[in-house]
């Protein structure tokens, strides 16, 4: 059981409050506190003295996410291995909890030889790297596998969260978008991800050819090598495509979708305008409902 304890302005629950809805959480109001919300792995009191506790056995997705980017827990890892035997498709995604920003998909088909050599130079969990390694590793990965990406800037994203009116729907259409597209290119039998959603999601996404790959989705799947491949792939290219944004609007995008997002994008909004912010920003958060 892990815990982290951070001091914000009180008046901040409104707006944490508004975007934890995002995680499909539970919410109560303990005494001495504005609310509570709780998931499988964790929960966030926020208190009226404006404490904010999070305790929980899988604590870093959420502190990171909305309180500290440079959290890591002491929390003891699962075991980490690969999940199948290889060759075989590994799938992530990078820029779904970022209100600024695309969202990136990315797959890495790796035989055991490849995997065998990313992992000496350092292949894992795009999470546990810093920028500037992911950016390295990136090449390492694109010059000894065969990999796609997939680029959904925010102007396309906004739309096809309208269509799709849920973000797992979009996640799988852009998950089995990146396989279908290896598949192409190689006779992968197996496709692992992370799990964001029952498999048959994936599965009903997939087209003719996909329909015959064998999916697995797992909690901690970037313990996987390919997983973690195309994690590192996912991530290297949401960082570039932000510091496009930056260099293009003159102006810090952070990631996440906390307290400093929330301030930046009514900068934003003042400097550019309502219409233009849908083309950096995810316009489904509630962020983007309190600027």
């Not at 508004?18 to 509570?36: A, G, M, T």
């Not at 827990?73 to 291995?81: I, R």
């Not at 990631?255 to 400097?271: C, S």
Request: proline share 2%; with cysteine.
């Amino acid at each position: 059981m892990g815990s982290y304890s951070v001091k914000l302005d009180p008046s901040l629950w409104v707006h944490y409050k508004e975007i934890l809805k995002e995680e499909n959480c539970e919410f109560k109001v303990p005494d001495h506190s504005f609310f509570q919300a709780k998931s499988k792995n964790w929960q966030f009191t926020f208190y009226k003295t404006g404490k904010v506790l999070v305790q929980g056995k899988d604590i870093d997705y959420i502190v990171k996410k909305y309180l500290d980017n440079n959290f890591e827990s002491e929390a003891k890892p699962e075991e980490e291995g690969d999940i199948a035997p290889y060759p075989h498709i590994g799938v992530d995604e990078s820029g779904k909890g970022d209100f600024f920003g695309p969202l990136i998909i990315a797959g890495c088909y790796l035989t055991e030889e490849q995997a065998a050599f990313l992992k000496e130079k350092g292949i894992k969990d795009s999470k546990k790297l810093d920028d500037k390694k992911i950016l390295t590793l990136s090449n390492t990965i694109k010059e000894n596998s065969i990999f796609e990406i997939i680029v959904i800037g925010n102007k396309k994203y906004n739309e096809l969260y309208s269509k799709f009116k849920n973000l797992n729907s979009l996640l799988a259409w852009g998950h089995s978008t990146a396989i279908e597209n290896l598949l192409n290119k190689t006779d992968a039998k197996i496709a692992i991800s992370d799990k964001f959603a029952d498999e048959k999601v994936i599965l009903k996404a997939l087209k003719e050819k996909g329909k015959t790959i064998k999916i697995i989705q797992q909690t901690k799947a970037e313990s996987d090598c390919a997983v973690a491949a195309a994690s590192i792939l996912a991530r290297s290219e949401f960082v570039k495509r932000i510091s496009n944004m930056e260099n293009q609007y003159e102006m810090n995008f952070p990631k996440g979708a906390g307290q400093n997002v929330l301030i930046q994008g009514k900068k934003f909004k003042e400097k550019y305008g309502i219409e233009e912010l849908k083309f950096v920003s995810k316009t489904h958060f509630r962020t983007y409902s309190m600027l």
